[in-house]
């Protein structure tokens, strides 16, 4: 039998259901097949369950979602429960496919890996929440869904280095992510701004956070003291491990060589100058998306020695195959004006400093390498000209290496034809382009169909190369010129482009309509609602 697949955000029923026709029930991310019967099956009283294969955490999640109708909940057998998960690890091969089926014998849940099982109790849940409940009986309609993603990577940004939040807002949009179908979260926890990850070794690190991150608003605020906050290693764990409990993998970014002006100011040593930098938030007005000179002194063995510590102990509190080291915004002069780092360049055959920088990543790479992890940075670590800064030249850029294979590709700036130069050396690329995908831009800059229409595959990128498009990624950078400094402000960035982006990675193109998806997020909005998530309304 084929997997067969459970949608998620199920709503708004047409006349047609009646009729049994195709394709009458908008969701959001939509299906790849839907297909919906004449007839329901009631939840009411008690209501028992069935699991076939091994999915603790994804009963205990179903248990929780038939508790909270205020059924009493029963385990019992395969052939005669209400509701039967199944892992069938002969049916796909793509362990976030699944399948969802309700029909007048119950509800079956299906999938080859325990990902896609979770997606399927994710879609009931919403199911569930989008059904007119009459009293104490709930009657789901009949309904046949094949569904698998079209990317393997749906990704947000999350910037805590400039604008902590603390873990209870993590933790709720962990849940919001979850029930999208995105599957990875990019937990952006340094900076020149702010340190906010405990390193053991390095414990000076974390109290080096201003709350002046965004504005002088923040100062006045109830929670300023907040905003000077950081992550110890426990709550590192305790973040991982609800996001893994809900198939979100957190990929860890820690900034270098640039935005390094928190960690030079705590120990001078690691930069150029060998001097304390100075924090960007202690100047009036507070500058936050200015480029700062202050960058890592690559060429100095005590500063490599310190990036290696910091990597081992972030690889040791996160679950991910992937270290994103940021590699973004490179100012060279103070580089170019140490006698030092020119030697070291010159010793090493390096043409450039754009060279001096491509050396340093593809170091971290090997070393990420050895521990079994792969090495992750935005597209200024191919070594291109991405900004043309005053100070800089072509001269600057001259290479004489390649990036390491191995390394993924943030695209994020530039022509787009860099993807197709980036995916013809073989590289991975996750598309993220700022014009785009950044959730701190406006919504005049982005609105929710610019968002929606976003294709991370560009239409002249060679076949043979459009599987290097690994997926995308949208930014919710904590300096912007909407000053996140409040959870309102920050949700309303995020909701409800978020449920576009979320389409955009995991809905094939020949099923996504803006005009369907519009419908489906008025459902959306009722949860966010519930749950007081604040969203941009339109």
Known sequence: MMVRCVLLYLALFSSAYAQGQENTITMIPYPDKVRVEKGSFRLAGTVTYAVEGEAKNETAHLVSLLEKLELNVKSGSASASDLLLKINSTLCKNPEAYSLNINNQGIVIEAGANPGLFYGIQTLSQLIANTTKDGNELNLPFVSIEDSPRFTWRAMVLDEARTFHGKDVVKQLIDELAALKINRLQWHLTDDQGWRIQIMKYPELVHINSPLTLSDDISLSANAQLKKGYYTQAEVREIVQYASERYITIIPEIEMPGHASAAIATYPYLGVTKEKASIPVHEKPVK?????????????????????????EVASLFNAEVIHIGGDEVNFSQWKESSAVLSFMKEKNLASPAALQLWFTNKMSNYLLNKGIRMMGWNDI??????HYENTSTNDFKLNDELAK?????FWKGDPALIAETAKKGHDIVNAHHLFTYLDYTYEA????????FEPVPSDLPLKDQSKIIGLS??????????????????????PRIAAYAEVGWTKPMHKDFARFGSALALLKQGWDERNISYQEY
């Open 382 to 387: 191919m070594g291109q000209n991405l900004h």
């Open 288 to 312: 936050v998306t200015s480029i700062y000179p202050d960058i890592f002194d690559v060429t100095d063995t005590r500063t490599i020695t310190f990036l290696h510590d910091v990597l081992d």
């Open 474 to 495: 949208c930014q919710m950078w904590g300096g912007s010129v909407c000053t996140i400094e409040s959870i309102e402000k920050l949700h309303r960035q995020i909701f």
């Open 446 to 453: 982005i609105p929710l169909e610019k968002a929606y229409e």
């Open 406 to 410: 191995s390394t993924i590709v943030h």
